[in-house]
């Protein structure tokens, strides 16, 4: 059975930094694509940043140069380092597992419960 | 940036009714990229439907999507009392940004 724990969240003051984990299991991490969806307070849902099996990292324009993703196979961990935190990144994060299929069928079929972000004086 | 655009924001009916959702992208997107999703309170999205049109394991036949280029629709034949929730549409591309469209809440 596929599981996505995220951990690391928390409540942090504008421009602090934090780093959100997700420990997967069920599959085999390090041949997937991995990515984080932030959800704000009643919003939408708001797509950051991915990961290829091989490193390549991808980010929304909103968290570019503040956020790094990254991942370790002999860990078996994704992380997500959230710098210069601005009120806005308030929101419950969600990583996902990223499935492709023949190279142009992409979708996230499976996430996690999710980590709550506040960033708060 | 691709925008996909849902409508409508809300939409009130019955079980048992019949339930369209559209989601418009604002250049054209590949069938293989287009995604569904469904979102409870409280809880994670759910894959629903990929490649525009095929249901994700697990889910019933009463959910179809489909559509092409910039106009993608996602069908609920007969609504069931669990199926109230929000629903996403998604771009997938080959390149991220992999963008969401704002959702269409489905009540009773």
């Known amino acids: 059975e596929v599981q996505l724990l995220e951990s690391g969240g928390g409540l942090v003051q504008p421009g602090g930094s934090l780093r959100l984990s997700c420990a997967p299991s069920g599959f085999t991490f390090s041949n997937y694509a991995m990515t984080w969806v932030r959800q704000a307070p009643g919003k939408g849902l708001e797509w950051v940043s991915a990961i290829s099996p091989g490193g390549n990292t991808y980010y929304a324009d909103s968290v570019k140069g503040r956020f790094t993703i990254s991942r370790d196979h002999s860990k078996n961990m994704l992380y997500l380092q959230m710098n210069s935190l601005r009120a806005e990144d308030t929101a419950l994060y969600y990583c996902a597992k990223v499935q492709v299929e023949m190279s142009t069928i992409r979708y996230f079929n499976y996430w996690g419960q999710g980590t709550l972000v506040t960033v708060s004086s | 940036e691709i925008v996909l655009t849902q409508s409508p924001g809300t939409l009130s009916l019955s079980p048992g009714e019949r339930a369209t959702l559209s989601c418009r992208a604002s250049?054209?997107?590949?069938?293989?990229?287009l995604v569904w999703y469904q979102q409870k309170p409280g809880q994670a999205p759910r894959l629903l439907i990929y490649?525009?049109?095929t249901r994700a394991t697990g889910i019933p036949d009463r959910f179809s999507g489909s559509g092409s280029g910039t106009d993608f629709t996602l069908t609920i034949s007969r609504l069931e009392p669990e199926d109230f929730a929000v629903y996403y549409c998604q771009q997938c591309g080959r390149s991220p940004p992999y963008t969401f469209g704002q959702g269409t809440k489905l009540e009773i």
């Open positions: 490649g525009a049109s």
């Open positions: 250049q054209s997107v590949s069938s293989n990229s």
